[in-house]
């Protein structure tokens, strides 16, 4: 097994045991969604929904059906309710699936979110695949809307200064890889991450066949620094 898999695997792990403490503080969707919900489109593909707070908005404000995929099982569970408690559900497909290989055949959608995802899939190639199986599920001139989580935030300035540190030594070391973790009754669960660079989640949609319409940062908390960046690609 390799690397990239043997990481996903225990990420995956972690997302179930985390779930659920993970939905309770991901209650919110990102207004950002709205970008691509112009022209109602009638399906949407929420690559890495999590527990579905960004598809639930999506189902509430849209005649859309939304096809919810994610690798964490558990996470789906909570999605699955919330929508059921929205009643909401008839329009929302639940799917379990590794976001390198998404079970769909091409042309399928006309709009895409891939939201706070991309940043955990551990290598540049993973990366890339992903992007290329959103490019390919999408219609001609689909939209995809794909976001990331930051390197340049105050939290994460030791992880830069370590990171070049250790690359003078390695130059083949990521200045954006490290691990966050995540406390729960008692235990520190440390996920992947790839924290991105202004202008590299741009260059990674333009290698993924996107063309790019929009791009920038977007603040959920923050005031001064963002957190995330995020690009709107258009599928040609």
């Known amino acids: 097994m390799s690397i990239n ?19 309770y503080s991901r209650g919110r969707p990102w207004n950002i969604v709205f970008e691509i919900l112009a022209d109602s489109p009638k399906n949407i593909v929420d690559v890495g929904c999590g527990p579905g707070q960004n598809t639930l908005l999506i189902l509430k404000k849209s005649l859309a059906e939304v096809f919810c995929v994610d690798f964490s099982g558990e996470m789906l569970k909570i999605a699955r309710k919330r929508f059921i408690r929205n ?34 899939l551990p290598s540049h190639e993973s990366r890339l695949n992903s992007l290329r199986e959103v490019f390919r599920i999408l219609k001609p001139k689909g939209k995809a809307l794909i976001t990331a989580w930051a390197l340049l935030q105050p939290r994460f300035f030791k992880v830069l200064l370590k990171n070049a540190l250790l690359k ?13 973790p995540w406390r729960r009754k008692g235990k520190v669960l440390k996920r992947f991450y790839h924290l991105f660079l202004p202008h590299e989640l741009r260059k990674l949609c333009g290698e993924a066949g996107f063309k790019i319409l929009k791009s920038g940062s977007y603040k959920v908390k923050a005031k001064v620094f963002p957190e995330n960046y995020y690009v709107i690609g258009l599928k040609q």
């Open 5 to 23: 898999e043997n990481e996903k695997k225990e990420l995956m792990k972690i997302f179930d045991e985390i779930a659920s403490s993970y939905a």
């Open 87 to 120: 009643n909401v559900y008839l329009k929302a497909h639940l799917i379990l699936a590794d976001i390198e290989f998404l079970p769909f055949r091409e042309n399928s959608f006309e709009r895409a979110l891939y939201i706070a995802t991309i940043h955990h």
């Open 168 to 180: 003078i030594i390695n130059p083949s070391r990521c200045l954006g890889d490290t691990y966050v």
